[in-house]
């Protein structure tokens, strides 16, 4: 079935450092592709999407591109903030409704 | 204007008791879904209803969990004779349309979850 695999953290950064958070799927067809995001406290919020291959989500100066040859779309910022601090998570949707889910990578920035 | 709702935000109950949980979706959405979120864990689906009925109940555990939406709007999680393993975090989520895709009417917006704790 479908799966969504992101690296384990935490991962720990210094404020203003290059931020990578990697994720792979396993899919058939032609998924969407979502990172969600909880800070402390807050509910999941969606922070970008790509819906077919070689787009690029971005917002807040995070961005992803969807990528069918490697079946990644891994998370990236030039520069975090403290602010940034938080869960984010990969997930796809496929041929169904649902939202299928990585397992979440903390990040902890560190000014 | 108002997100989704659930109440309540933490639930404490002992082995083999009835617990119930509401979900308030967004107004005017059409689509409910039911996550639960293991610690440490991505959230993983349960349930899926357009309107009133259950479109997709593939991921619920087993017949212990039941859910309902009696009116196209307010959903509640039913689980019966709760075992320690169901503490979790349960998360409900709406959307405006239903629809495969990564359309913006299909867009998922959760709700800040129910905390159950199973003594």
């Known amino acids: 079935g479908d799966s969504v695999t992101q690296m384990e953290g935490p991962v720990t950064l210094s404020e203003e450092a290059f931020l990578t958070i990697n994720c792979t799927y396993t899919a058939t067809g032609y998924p969407s592709l979502f990172w969600y995001v909880q800070y402390p406290g807050e509910g999941l919020q969606l922070l970008l999407k790509a819906t077919k291959a070689d787009d690029k989500g971005s917002n807040k100066g995070f961005e992803a591109t969807y990528r069918k040859e490697t079946t990644s779309f891994h998370l990236e910022k030039g520069s975090v903030q403290v602010s940034d601090s938080a869960v984010y998570f990969c997930?796809?949707?496929?041929?169904?409704?649902?939202?299928?889910f990585g397992t979440g990578t903390r990040l902890q920035v560190f000014p | 204007g108002a997100g989704v709702s659930q109440t309540p935000s933490n639930k404490v109950t002992e082995k083999g008791k009835y617990v119930e949980l509401r979900c308030d979706p967004i107004s005017g959405h059409t689509a409910l879904y039911w996550y639960r979120q293991s610690l440490g864990q991505g959230p993983e689906f349960l349930i899926y209803f357009q309107g009133t009925g259950a479109a997709d109940d593939s991921g619920l555990p087993n017949d212990r969990f039941f859910a309902v939406r009696p009116e196209g709007s307010v959903s509640t999680l039913k689980i019966q004779r709760t075992e320690r393993g169901d503490s979790a975090v349960y998360l409900c989520?709406?959307?405006?349309?239903?629809?495969?895709?990564?359309?913006?009417?299909?867009?998922?917006?959760f709700g800040p979850g129910t905390r159950l704790t199973v003594l």
């Open positions: 989520a709406s959307s405006q349309t239903r629809g495969v895709g990564g359309g913006r009417g299909n867009e998922q917006f």
């Open positions: 997930a796809l949707r496929g041929n169904t409704d649902k939202l299928i």
